[in-house]
């Protein structure tokens, strides 16, 4: 779930899709066809996006699902695990990213 830390730090460091798709040398569609996992992002991409948000890659591409979610998501106090807050809206963009994926390999199935 790169994708939902990806668009975390984005949103925490103050960068729209446009502004951060255009500091990295990207269209806005593509910057969002990425975060909703639809497109790879390259190594050499990962450079440039963790060059402008100023977050070591590593920190960006941390497995989301070995992190826990804080107060607005879900808080497990069994541990002392690293924590994260992630709104809501991100959740339901992630969502909706893969009811178009699911769209559209169904699409493709039923063309074959």
């Known amino acids: 779930m790169i994708q939902i830390k990806l668009i975390s730090v984005r949103k925490t460091k103050g960068y729209t899709q446009e502004k951060l798709a255009k500091q990295i040398g990207v269209e806005q569609t593509t910057l969002s066809r ?4 639809l497109s790879p992002i390259s ?7 963790s060059s402008v948000l100023e977050v070591p890659i590593e920190d960006i591409k941390e497995d989301i699902d070995n992190l826990k979610f804080q107060d607005s998501v ?3 106090q069994s541990d002392d695990s690293q924590y ?3 709104p809501k809206n991100v959740f339901e ?8 994926q699911i769209s559209l390999l169904k699409n ?3 063309k074959n």
């Open 84 to 86: 994260i807050t992630i």
């Open 43 to 49: 190594d050499d991409e990962w450079r440039r996006i």
């Open 74 to 76: 879900l808080q497990n």
């Open 34 to 37: 990425k975060e909703k996992g």
């Open 108 to 110: 493709m199935l039923e």
């Open 93 to 100: 963009e992630l969502l909706k990213s893969k009811d178009q």
